[in-house]
C-alpha cells in the first residue's frame, strides 16, 4: 500500500511559523490533485488546502491568507506554509494524494500551538 510521509510538525508559540513537507513515493504516478487535512483532539478531520496537477490551489477559510500549499514536481514533495499560527491550529496534519486507484494517506504529523 502506498504511503505518503509528513515531516516538519513541532510545537511552536503563537505567531510563529512551520513548514510541514509530505514526500510522495515516486512509484505513485497519476496524481490528480494533492491535500493536507488536519485533525484535532474531539473533532472531526477537516480539509485544510488543496492543490491540483495544475497548480489550482483551495483554502479552508479560517486558514485563508496565514497557509500557502505548494508543491515541487521535480523533488515529489507538496508543502504547507504555516504563518502567524494560532492555538486553535494544533491538530494532527496529515496529506492525501487522488490518483487513478483511490486515495493515498500519510500517517500524520503533530503541530502544537501555545500561547
Known amino acids: 500500500q502506498v504511503q505518503l510521509e509528513e515531516s516538519g510538525g513541532g510545537s511552536v508559540q503563537a505567531g510563529e511559523s512551520l513548514k510541514l513537507s509530505c514526500a510522495v513515493p515516486r512509484t505513485l504516478s497519476g496524481i490528480r490533485a494533492m491535500h493536507w487535512h488536519r485533525q484535532a483532539p474531539g473533532k472531526q478531520r477537516e480539509l485544510v488546502a488543496s492543490?491540483?496537477?495544475?497548480?489550482?490551489?483551495h483554502y479552508l477559510d479560517s486558514i485563508k491568507g496565514r497557509f500557502t500549499i505548494s508543491k515541487n514536481r521535480a523533488a515529489n514533495q507538496v508543502y504547507l506554509q504555516m504563518n502567524s499560527l494560532k492555538r486553535e491550529d494544533t491538530a494532527v496534519y496529515s496529506c492525501?494524494?487522488?490518483?487513478?486507484?483511490?486515495?493515498?494517506w500519510g500517517q500524520g504529523t503533530q503541530v502544537t500551538v501555545s500561547a
Open positions: 492525501s494524494a487522488d490518483h487513478p486507484w483511490g486515495t493515498a
Open positions: 492543490i491540483t496537477t495544475s497548480g489550482i490551489t
